[in-house]
C-alpha cells in the first residue's frame, strides 16, 4: 500500500492537498462498491464534504484510513438506499459474522490478487457488500487486513473470511462464460445532439458552442468546482484559450450518451482522456455540462 502520512508525523498537515492526492484511491474504492464510476464519484464528494467539516488533526491519528472509514460508510448508506428503493440488495451487518464461519486458508490468493483489479465493475456488484469491501481493499488498494478492518469497523478474522469468499466468488464468475449483454445504444435523438455538440467543438467553432447553450447553464467541473450557473460562455473560452487538438467523440457511460475527450494530440501519446457529460432541455438546448478534465480517474475506471 501507498505510504500517506499519518497525522502524529506533521505538526499542521495540508489537510486539502492529502485530500486530493488521495481523491483516485477513494475513487477506485467507491467506484467498484456501487458499480459505477459516477456515482462512485457522486460518494467521493460527499466523502471530501464530511471529512472537511469533521477533520480535527489531534484527534484523526491516520488521515488515510479515516477517509476511507467515512467512504466505506457512506457507500454503504448508499447501496441501503438504493436496497430500499430497488428491492435489489439485502443488506445485514450480520454478514460480517456469518462470513468469519467456517474460514479457511486460501491457497489461491496470490493469484487471485493479480487478476482482482481487472475485474469489470459489474462483475464487482455480484459480491456480496461486506466481500465485495473486502477485496477491494485488499486486492485492489492493497491494504493489510488490520486496516482493512478497521476501515470496514469489523474484525481481523471477519475481514479474512469475507475476503477468501469474495476471491472464491470472483474466480468462480471469471470461469463463467461471458454472457454480457451489449451496451445500450444511444437514442437518434441522442446521437444527434452530442454529435453536433462535438462536431462544433473539434472544428473549434465556439461561438456555435455557445448558440447551443439555455439561458441558465450548470457547469460542474469535477474535483475543482460543483454545480455553479455558466454565465457568457466562459466554459468555451477557457477552452480556446489553454487547449489545442482536443477531440471530442460519442461513448456510452452506463447507458447514459456522453462524450470522450481525446487529449492525446493535445498532450502526447498515452495521455489519458476524460468523459464529458451534456445534458439537454426538450429544445435541445444545453442545460448542464459535467466535465471529468480534472478527475480523469474516473476514465481510468471506466
Given at each position: 500500500m501507498e505510504n500517506i502520512p499519518y497525522a502524529s508525523d506533521i505538526p499542521d498537515p495540508d489537510f486539502p492537498q492529502l485530500m486530493i492526492q488521495l481523491r483516485a484511491r477513494l475513487h477506485r474504492y467507491c467506484a467498484r462498491m456501487t458499480g459505477s464510476v459516477l456515482d462512485g464519484e457522486d460518494i467521493v464528494q460527499e466523502t471530501l464534504i464530511k471529512a472537511n467539516a469533521n477533520y480535527n488533526a489531534q484527534?484523526?491519528?491516520?488521515?488515510?484510513?479515516?477517509?476511507?472509514?467515512?467512504?466505506?460508510?457512506?457507500?454503504?448508506?448508499?447501496?441501503?438506499?438504493?436496497?430500499?428503493?430497488?428491492?435489489?440488495?439485502d443488506e445485514d451487518k450480520s454478514a460480517f459474522a456469518d462470513d468469519a464461519a467456517g474460514m479457511a486458508i486460501d491457497p489461491q490468493a496470490n493469484a487471485d490478487s493479480r487478476h482482482v483489479a481487472t475485474a469489470a465493475l459489474r462483475t464487482f456488484m455480484r459480491l456480496a457488500p461486506a466481500q465485495r469491501s473486502a477485496v477491494i481493499l485488499t486486492?485492489?488498494?492493497?491494504?493489510?487486513?488490520?486496516?482493512?478492518?478497521?476501515?470496514?469497523?469489523?474484525?481481523?478474522?471477519?475481514?479474512?473470511?469475507?475476503?477468501?469468499?469474495?476471491?472464491?466468488?470472483?474466480?468462480?464468475?471469471?470461469?463463467?462464460?461471458?454472457?454480457?449483454?451489449?451496451?445500450?445504444?444511444?437514442?437518434?435523438?441522442?446521437?444527434?445532439?452530442?454529435?453536433?455538440?462535438?462536431?462544433?467543438?473539434?472544428?473549434?467553432?465556439?461561438?456555435?458552442?455557445?448558440?447551443?447553450?439555455?439561458?441558465s447553464v450548470q457547469l460542474d467541473l469535477v474535483a475543482r468546482r460543483k454545480g455553479y450557473a455558466m454565465q457568457g460562455g466562459e466554459y468555451f473560452t477557457n477552452y480556446a484559450a489553454k487547449t489545442r487538438d482536443l477531440r471530442m467523440s460519442l461513448i456510452d457511460v452506463e447507458g447514459k450518451a456522453a462524450l470522450w475527450m481525446n487529449t492525446e494530440a493535445h498532450e502526447g501519446a498515452g495521455a489519458p482522456g476524460y468523459m464529458v457529460f451534456v445534458d439537454f432541455d426538450a429544445e435541445g438546448r444545453v442545460v448542464a455540462i459535467r466535465d471529468f478534465r480534472f478527475a480523469r480517474y474516473v476514465g481510468e475506471v471506466f
Open positions: 484527534t484523526v491519528q491516520h488521515i488515510e484510513g479515516w477517509l476511507f472509514r467515512i467512504a466505506h460508510n457512506t457507500a454503504m448508506d448508499f447501496l441501503r438506499k438504493r436496497a430500499r428503493d430497488q428491492a435489489v440488495f486486492d485492489v488498494l492493497g491494504y493489510e487486513a488490520e486496516e482493512t478492518a478497521q476501515v470496514m469497523e469489523s474484525t481481523v478474522p471477519a475481514v479474512k473470511a469475507a475476503l477468501h469468499r469474495g476471491r472464491a466468488r470472483l474466480r468462480e464468475l471469471a470461469a463463467q462464460a461471458e454472457n454480457a449483454a451489449p451496451p445500450p445504444a444511444l437514442s437518434q435523438q441522442d446521437q444527434a445532439l452530442l454529435a453536433a455538440y462535438a462536431d462544433r467543438f473539434n472544428a473549434r467553432d465556439w461561438d456555435g458552442l455557445r448558440d447551443l447553450l439555455a439561458d
